[in-house]
């Protein structure tokens, strides 16, 4: 059982540069998330989904965009790469209720933006 | 702004003894709370759960106490052991479902 499988686990990209953040589940979950950590600001959620073919932003939506075109798959997609998204990137998926069982995190993706 | 806040970035307990990480929010509107564990290099896992209807909610050694009036949770390990060192983040929620998380405390558990 995989659970929550991201891909890739780092990346350094050029300011400017374009990447595309993948995240996939095998546990049937409806809910999927993209979190952002950075040091001292705890978890950050940048957009999640509520089902395929829906997005809807979070707290912190501007510069990245998503995509859930299969309900097992989450993308996260930036179009030019700044310092600022210098991050450690985690998707995240759970039932309807998340409050009953919380997200099942994946592993993380660190991302260096030069 | 910071609605879901942990105000102890460290704590370090005995082994054997009780540890207490705690939390705060501002957001009076929170009805969910979550605490999740996190290890290096690993996704956060989740721990345990409460609502605003409860004030207490126990699973084994982890126990969550919410005041709401204070707008306060805590988390009571007990007794603690070496691999309870971890981060522990806290998380609210307005839905159930799209979580503040506040900045984790780093707890180590001393053998």
């Known amino acids: 059982n995989a659970g929550v499988t991201q891909t890739p686990k780092f990346r350094v990209l050029k300011t400017g540069q374009s990447m595309t953040l993948l995240c996939a589940q095998d546990m049937n979950h409806e809910y999927m998330y993209w979190y952002r950590q950075d040091p001292g600001m705890g978890l950050r959620l940048i957009h999640y989904s509520v089902g395929e073919g829906t997005t809807a932003k979070g707290e912190v939506p501007d510069g990245y965009n998503v995509s859930r075109l299969k309900k097992q798959n989450f993308l996260l997609g930036l179009e030019s790469a700044a310092p600022s998204q210098t991050s450690v990137y985690f998707c995240?998926?759970?039932?309807?209720?998340?409050?009953?069982?919380?997200?099942?995190f994946g592993s993380g993706t660190r991302l260096t933006v030069v | 702004d910071q609605q879901v806040k942990q105000n102890s970035p460290s704590l370090s307990v005995q082994e054997g003894r009780i540890s207490i990480l705690n939390c705060d929010y501002t957001n009076s509107m929170f009805d969910y709370f979550l605490w999740y564990k996190k290890y290096p290099a690993e996704g956060p896992t989740f721990l345990i759960s409460?609502?605003?209807?409860?004030d207490k909610n126990e699973d084994g050694r982890f126990t969550v106490f919410l005041n709401k009036s204070a707008k306060h949770l805590s988390l009571h390990i007990v007794p603690s052991q070496p691999g309870d060192s971890a981060v522990y983040f806290c998380?609210?929620?307005?839905?159930?479902?799209?979580?503040?998380f506040g900045t984790g405390t780093s707890l180590t558990v001393i053998p």
């Open positions: 409460i609502s605003s209807i409860k």
């Open positions: 995240a998926s759970s039932y309807r209720v998340a409050a009953n069982y919380g997200y099942t």
């Open positions: 998380a609210a929620s307005f839905t159930g479902n799209q979580f503040y």
